[in-house]
Each structure stands twice: as C-alpha cells, then as structure tokens.
C-alpha cells in the first residue's frame, strides 16, 4: 500500500471521524453548560420535578435529567461529577443514567425519523413509536423501582442545585461556562481519543467484521422471521440502520415484506446490533465522562435495559397484529 494512500485511509476512517466526534462533542458540552451557567434548564426541571420525586432520585439527578434534553455529554457529566463528590450513591448513578435514556432517544428521535420515512414511508411512524414506547417504558421501570428501591429525596426539591448555580450577568455565565468546559474537555479527549483509535485499528483488522458475520450467521432463533426479513436483520448488524433501513423499503416496495414483517425484522436487527453499536460508539464517549469500567458497567446494564424494553414492545405488536 502505497504512503499516500495509507495517509488517506487514516485520514477517512479516523482522522476526519475523530476530529468530527470531539467537535460535536465539545460543541455539546459548550452549549450545554451556558444553558446550565444560564440557569435556563429551571423551567424545565420543574416540569420533571414530579418524576424525579416519584422515583426517589436527588435534585443533582433532576437537572441531569434535565440537562440530557440538550447535551448528553452534560447530562452524564453531572452525574459523573456528582459520584465522584459522593453526592450521589452509585445506585442512584446507575439509576440517574438509566433514567435519562428517555431524554437521551428524544435527541436522536428526528434523525430516526427523517431517515426512515423517506426509506419505509407509513410503516416509520410504527416502528418509530414502537421504540418510543419502550423509551417510556424505560422511564415508568425506573419510576417504580427507584421508588421502591432509593431512600428518597430528603430535600424535597428538584431545582436547589439549579438554584444555587444561578449567574447575575452574561459575561459571568461565559466565563462560567468556559472554566467548566476547560475541566470537563481535557478529561473527555485524553481518554476518547485513544479508545476511538482503538476501536478503528480493530475494525481495520476486521475483529468487529468477523464478530458481525459470525452473528450474521446464528441467527436461526430467528425462524419465527419471514426468510426475507433475516435480510434486513443482517444488514443492521454488519452495517448501519440506514442499510437496513434502505433494505426494508426495497423490500416492501417490491412486495417481498409486509409492513408488519417490516417492523418484526426492523425490531430485531435493533435488539441483536445493540451490543455492537455500543461497543464502537458509545463506550469510546461514556469512557471520556466516567471511569473505562465504570463506563462500561453503565453501558451494560444500559443495553440490557434498552434491549429488554424492545423486546417487551416487539412481542405486544408480535401478538397484537397476529
């Protein structure tokens, strides 16, 4: 392989990549805390105080859940910061994190959307609401058993942090805002960086590919599956949500799937490429806010969590359009 050519293959799959994710990633974070240093996270904070006190969770885990609406580096940030002060117990942390998935799919939800309306058309608005109930699914678990679970809030209130934190002037939440991201990036790339690099330099010796296809190829558990949907389930996991995507339009277009096959197999790449997304996207970031194991802890139980609630979902609308 020629130099230049290697310089661009680096450059394409990890320079531009690399250098994209920190941009947004600081973006977030720069944005998220002037919106904290702001105090404009109140409002919304006592919309979620009812929830937050249900479920037995802290003021520090309201404005987390708060901050999650606008910048999930923030979000878990906060709680990271929080554990580490031992102003939160690591069950409320695992908990707090858990909690803020609802937030944390409404970020992603307009990308998933646009993306599959064009692809799979009416049949969008019920896989899309499908996830979105087990999203909302995820949030009452935690309402329930955090109550029953966590001690409660002695406070009794939402917003103090909030309150606490509250600027007199703009300037003053500027500079707020930049001394907090200083701290906050530095940590956040000297640990990203060097996972980010890791994960490209497996990917290029084809570990992840090998792991895909070997997945690809065990999915016989999925019988239940019309023969044509194992199709869309093999491309979500040996590539991307666009690809299955595209695949379910192509097929239903043509009237190879039905729209409810559509969905089932939709439902089920989501379930089986889960592990695998985590792994290449998610811990190279939670590793950057959290400690590597601690990050990977709250990934697991992350995943069971968000799997487990897909499921549920894909076996009521299993049963349900039967």
């Known amino acids: 392989m020629e130099y230049p050519e290697l310089l661009q293959i680096v450059w394409q799959g990890l320079g531009w990549p690399l250098l994209r994710l920190v941009f947004f990633i600081s973006l977030g974070l720069m944005i998220g805390n002037l919106i904290e240093s702001?105090?404009?996270?109140h409002g919304i904070a006592r919309l979620a105080a009812p929830l937050v006190r249900r479920a037995h969770l802290t003021d520090i885990t309201g404005a987390s859940f708060t901050m999650a609406f606008f910048s999930a580096v923030t979000s878990n940030?906060?709680?990271?910061?929080?554990?580490?002060?031992?102003?939160?117990?690591k069950q409320e942390l695992i908990f707090a994190n858990l909690f803020n998935s609802l937030p944390t799919y409404f970020l992603h939800l307009p990308t998933l959307f646009f993306l599959a309306v064009p692809l799979i058309k009416g049949v969008a608005f019920v896989y899309v609401g499908l996830t979105l109930l087990a999203a909302f699914l995820r949030t009452l678990c935690i309402l329930i058993v955090g109550r029953i679970v966590l001690p409660g809030n002695k406070e009794n209130c939402v917003t103090c942090r909030l309150d606490e934190n509250?600027?007199?002037?703009?300037?003053?939440?500027?500079?707020?805002?930049?001394?907090?991201?200083?701290?906050r990036i530095k940590r956040i790339v000297v640990?990203?960086?060097?996972?980010?690099?890791?994960?490209?330099?497996?990917?290029?010796?084809?570990?992840?590919?090998?792991?895909?296809?070997?997945l690809a190829r065990h999915v016989k558990f999925l019988a239940w599956l019309?023969?044509?949907?194992?199709?869309?389930?093999?491309l979500q996991l040996t590539a991307e949500i666009s690809a299955g995507l595209a695949a379910a339009g192509a097929l239903l277009d043509n009237g190879s799937l039905e729209p409810r096959q559509v969905v089932l197999a939709l439902l089920a790449g989501n379930v089986l490429s889960s592990p695998m997304r985590a792994v290449r996207h998610q811990f190279p970031f939670y590793a950057g806010v959290f400690r590597p194991k601690l990050a990977a802890e709250l990934i697991t139980y992350n995943q069971i969590f968000r799997t487990g609630s897909i499921i549920l979902v894909g076996i009521f609308y299993y049963l349900l359009s039967a």
């Not at 600027?167 to 701290?183: D, G, H």
């Not at 640990?191 to 792991?211: C, D, E, K």
């Not at 949907?229 to 093999?234: E, K, M, N, R, Y």
């Open 38 to 41: 702001l105090n404009w996270t």
């Open 77 to 89: 940030t906060m709680l990271s910061e929080a554990y580490e002060q031992e102003k939160i117990t």
């Open 166 to 183: 509250r600027v007199s002037s703009l300037s003053q939440a500027f500079n707020k805002a930049w001394l907090r991201f200083q701290n």
């Open 191 to 214: 640990i990203t960086v060097p996972i980010y690099t890791m994960v490209f330099i497996l990917n290029r010796f084809g570990m992840f590919a090998l792991l895909e296809t070997w």
């Open 226 to 234: 019309h023969p044509e949907s194992l199709g869309v389930v093999a």
